[in-house]
């Protein structure tokens, strides 16, 4: 039993075409798979249905075997254990960098003040921004706010981790720092679900690559196949124009 | 076009372009427009203005005269006033001096002929503005003492307004107390209704429905008749609470209501300026609706709203002195009483300077966090 699976998924916005339209994905406790595709096929829609911030329409999401899609489902709860970092940060800008981490653990875990600062000032020390604890988000680099971001989700100790292009939005030099604490996260064994045009990277760290087109997933396998023998027409067309601009 | 080769000469072709140079047009210099004209309206505005203050101090002095008060120090004052006023010959004189030196340069030197008429310009005007500012002052006073000072004393009887002053200061208290307890109901009751009116989802329907008639009704609906209707009609009921209710109880009611419905509009823009992508991190993080509105979304929101409700908050004061129809003795209705016994409205007046004295540095207070915000703003934080 994977730990996320997928059957089937189909959401629709309203326009004529739907924008997942029967997705079906497996992913296995101490993944890390890579959704990648051109821009608008529903990366990120697909990301968000998984944590429960869209409805699907019909279809399946199942979270080790247990259903976390439909009606009856606790959204809260299943958003919970399933965090996601986005491009744009999103961070609290009225709170500062330790607050942001803190907010959630203490309000909606429960946790005390003292345990969740501890546990914060810990995570910050890992990315080297404990020295920036009080500084509030404006004060940072988009690289820092978007590693500030991802300790925040990571403090809720999440069983799965989804990241939506979390470097498009960064200056090319700050984008290293950024996957860098992806790596480490890998490493240590965290599953991981990643929408990005990082193609090198996805290459280096993902155990399964899906491509979407269409909305469906039309080609999945491990990366060296899809990076160097693409089966699928479209998937070997959309490579070549990455290749072209450069990104590979 | 048919036969290109038959016209053709046959030269080699040139080489290829891809796009043909364009001619550069050349910069013309323009010299400056002359200050003169500026600058000559400031020396007539000036001279208009001495004559003006010269025949208002004599109108006044002699409004003065006519109810019993001449005094040496008076006029020393009035007639100091407009040989202060002589000062302002100093600018107008410097832009025109500066006007004609720009003119003579703009043979020499166009940036220094250009700067020179700018600065002429600006002082020329500097004393243009100060010298209508003045102009209106005067006016004013020609106003107040016409007709034998009919408006100075009407309006201004200081006699009056000091001897009634305290009874009119001690009324204005009831002011202060109806808008200051409204006032902290309102801040309550509005984000209530504002958080009813974005009650989520199909249970939310009724619930924004109500809310949504009640602020359609109470923005709707007069201020004064709200009170009048709040005022007269509760205690009509006989109902056990509202028996018992004060005039000014019934007041701070029918304020609370009507600005309520104000104030909630002003959350409710508050919490719908904040971005919508705060609200997805909160709900991803596993916040609650509500929770993400108390921790993330308030939060941000106030700051934002500070300014508008500071604003709804200075009609709200003024808006106490309609309590004076159900009957209430405010400081209005003091001076109203005073009025009539004495035939003369200063006391009026003295409710008018308290209101406006209140409320001045609130508007102060509203135009600087205004700015800060959009300096913020600018700063992209
Ligand atoms: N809230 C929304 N309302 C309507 N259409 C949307 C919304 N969000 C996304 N879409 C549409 O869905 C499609 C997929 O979007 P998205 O998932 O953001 O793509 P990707 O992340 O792969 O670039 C796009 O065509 C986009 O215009
Ligand atoms: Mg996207």
């Known amino acids: 039993m994977a730990l996320v699976e997928i059957r089937d998924v189909r959401k629709s916005y309203g326009g004529v075409v739907p924008v997942l339209n029967g997705v079906d994905l497996d992913v296995e406790e101490h993944q890390v798979v890579c959704l990648i595709g051109p821009s608008g096929c529903g990366k990120s829609t697909l990301l968000r249905c998984i944590n429960g911030l869209e409805t699907i329409d019909s279809g399946e999401i199942r979270l080790h075997g247990d259903r976390v899609s439909g009606p009856g489902v606790d959204v809260d709860a299943l958003r919970r254990d399933v965090g996601i970092v986005f491009q744009s940060f999103n961070l609290f800008p009225h709170m500062s960098v330790v607050d942001n981490v803190t907010a959630a653990p203490i309000k909606v875990l429960g946790q005390g003040r003292g345990e969740a600062k501890e546990r914060a000032m810990e995570l910050l020390a890992r990315i080297r921004l404990d020295h920036k604890a009080t500084e509030f988000p404006d004060r940072l680099s ?13 403090a809720m100790d999440p069983i799965v981790l989804l990241l939506d292009e979390i470097t498009s939005a960064l200056d090319p030099e700050l984008v290293s720092e950024v996957l860098d604490i ?12 990643l929408a990005t045009h990082e193609m090198g990277f996805a290459r280096e ?11 469906v997933v039309h080609e999945e396998g491990p990366p060296e196949q899809i990076f160097s023998d693409p089966k699928d027409e479209r998937t070997r067309a959309f490579l070549q124009r990455i290749i072209e601009a450069g990104r590979l | 076009m048919d036969e290109p080769a038959a016209t053709a000469a ?3 072709t040139p080489p290829p372009r891809i796009r043909a140079p364009r001619a550069i047009r050349k910069w ?4 400056p427009k002359s200050a003169k004209g500026v600058a000559l309206g400031a020396i007539a505005a000036v001279v208009a203005l001495i004559g003006l203050g010269l025949f208002s101090v004599s109108a ?9 008060f001449e005094d040496a120090s008076t006029d020393i004052a009035l007639y100091g006033l407009v040989a202060l006023l002589l000062a302002l010959f100093v600018p107008a004189l410097k832009g025109l001096s500066g006007a004609s030196k720009a003119d003579r340069l703009v043979a020499v030197d166009l940036a220094e002929a250009r700067a020179e008429t700018a600065a002429a310009r600006e002082i020329s005007r500097v004393a243009i503005g100060y010298a209508a500012a003045a102009a209106i002052v005067f006016l004013f006073g020609l106003f107040l003492v016409a007709n034998e000072v009919a408006v100075g004393k009407t309006f201004f009887d200081l006699a009056l307004i ?21 006032e902290a109901l309102v801040l309550v009751w509005g984000l209530l209704i504002a958080v009813a009116r974005l ?5 939310g329907a009724p619930v924004r429905l109500i809310a949504t008639a009640y602020v359609d009704l109470f923005r709707g609906l007069p201020a004064i008749i709200a009170i009048y209707l709040v005022g007269f009609g509760l205690p009509l009921t006989d109902l056990p609470i509202l028996r018992d209710m004060t005039p000014t109880m019934f007041a701070i009611l029918a304020l609370t209501l009507t600005y309520g419905a104000y104030v909630s509009e002003v959350y409710r823009s508050g919490i719908e300026s904040v971005h919508w992508s705060q609200t997805a991190a909160a709900r991803s993080l596993g916040f609650s609706h509500m929770q993400t509105l108390r921790f993330v979304v308030v939060p941000q929101a106030v700051r934002r709203i500070i300014p508008p409700l500071l604003n709804d908050f200075i009609s709200l004061q003024k808006d106490t002195a309609l309590v004076s129809v159900i009957g209430t003795v405010d400081a209005f209705n003091q001076a109203k009483i005073i009025a009539s016994n004495h035939f003369n409205l200063s006391s009026v007046t003295t409710v008018a300077v308290l209101f406006v004295l209140i409320t001045i540095p609130q508007a102060r207070l509203v135009d600087k966090l205004i700015e800060r915000d959009q300096k913020r703003m600018r700063a992209g934080g």
């Open chain 1, 182 to 193: 992806v790596r480490d996260l890998r490493d240590e064994g965290m599953t991981m679900v």
């Open chain 2, 162 to 182: 000091v001897e009634t002053f305290h009874l009119v200061g001690s009324a204005f208290w009831v002011n202060v107390e109806i808008f200051m307890v409204a």
């Open chain 2, 10 to 12: 046959p030269e080699p």
């Open chain 2, 199 to 203: 009650a989520p989802g199909k249970a």
């Open chain 2, 60 to 68: 006044v002095r002699e409004g003065l005269a006519s109810v019993g």
């Open chain 1, 142 to 154: 988009g690289g820092q706010q978007q590693r500030v971001a991802i300790v925040r989700a990571l």
């Open chain 1, 205 to 215: 760290v993902s155990s399964k690559v899906c491509f979407l087109y269409g909305g």
């Open chain 2, 28 to 31: 013309t210099p323009a010299p």
